[in-house]
């Protein structure tokens, strides 16, 4: 059946580094866009990034352009998010998911993993 599986999520100081991965199975993950998301504590969820399957461009919130970065390793099944300068509003819920496109109808969701930026 179709997975998607977050991993990588922590605790790390601000200014410090995560990579988040997403594990894709039961689909081909050559075929679908995947999103990243982020629900903060008491707040709503909100979009992160999204990579397309066709061309692989990306797009990203604003508040985090410059210093996340979205990539896919179709080979691997995996789609990774890399976190550098990390600040404490970044603390959040981080979850992916697949769609034919980014932007519109996504149907699977992973389970989560907490990423929380404190000293």
């Known amino acids: 059946q179709v997975q998607l599986v977050e991993s990588g999520g922590g605790l790390v100081q601000p200014g410090g580094s995560l990579r988040l991965s997403c594990a894709a199975s039961?689909?081909?993950?050559?075929?679908?866009?995947i999103g990243w998301f982020r629900q903060p504590p008491g707040k709503e969820r909100e979009t992160v990034s999204c990579?397309?399957?066709?061309?692989?461009?990306?797009n990203y919130l604003d508040s985090v352009k410059g210093r996340f970065t979205i990539s896919r390793d179709n080979a691997k099944n995996m789609v990774y998010l890399q976190m550098n300068s990390l600040k404490p509003e970044d603390t959040a819920v981080y979850y992916c998911?697949?769609?034919?496109?980014?932007?519109?109808?996504?149907?699977?969701w992973g389970q989560g993993t907490q990423v929380t930026v404190s000293s």
């Open positions: 998911a697949k769609a034919y496109h980014c932007g519109q109808g996504y149907d699977y």
């Open positions: 990579i397309s399957s066709s061309d692989g461009s990306t």
């Open positions: 039961g689909f081909t993950l050559d075929d679908y866009a």
